[in-house]
C-alpha cells in the first residue's frame, strides 16, 4: 500500500497542500486525525478548492471506514456549495 502513487488533479499550489495534510490525516484512523481532516475540509472551502473536495468525494466514498466515508459525504457537500 505504501507503494501506491497518489494522482491528484490540477489544483493550485495552496489547495495541493492541504488536499496532502488531509490524506494524511485520512490515513491515520485516529480519531484526532478524522477531526484533522474535517478541520482541512473547511481551509479547502474557503480557499475554494473545488477540485480537491471532488477528489476526496470520489476517493474516499467507498473507504471501509464509516468515519472516513463521513468526511468524502461532507467533502461532496462543500464542494457543491462552491
Known amino acids: ?5 497518489e494522482i491528484l488533479p490540477k489544483m ?3 489547495c495541493a497542500q492541504v488536499l496532502e495534510s488531509v ?3 485520512l490515513k491515520n484512523p ?5 477531526s484533522k481532516a474535517r478541520l482541512f ?5 474557503q480557499k ?4 480537491a473536495l471532488a477528489w476526496i468525494h470520489e476517493k474516499y466514498v467507498t473507504h ?15 464542494h457543491n456549495r462552491l
Open 1 to 5: 500500500m505504501s507503494g501506491e502513487e
Open 64 to 78: 471501509p471506514a464509516i468515519l472516513v466515508q463521513k468526511i468524502a459525504k461532507r467533502a461532496l457537500e462543500l
Open 41 to 45: 475540509l473547511d481551509v479547502l472551502y
Open 48 to 51: 475554494k478548492c473545488k477540485e
Open 23 to 25: 490524506i494524511s490525516a
Open 30 to 34: 485516529l480519531p484526532y486525525n478524522q
Open 12 to 14: 493550485s499550489e495552496d
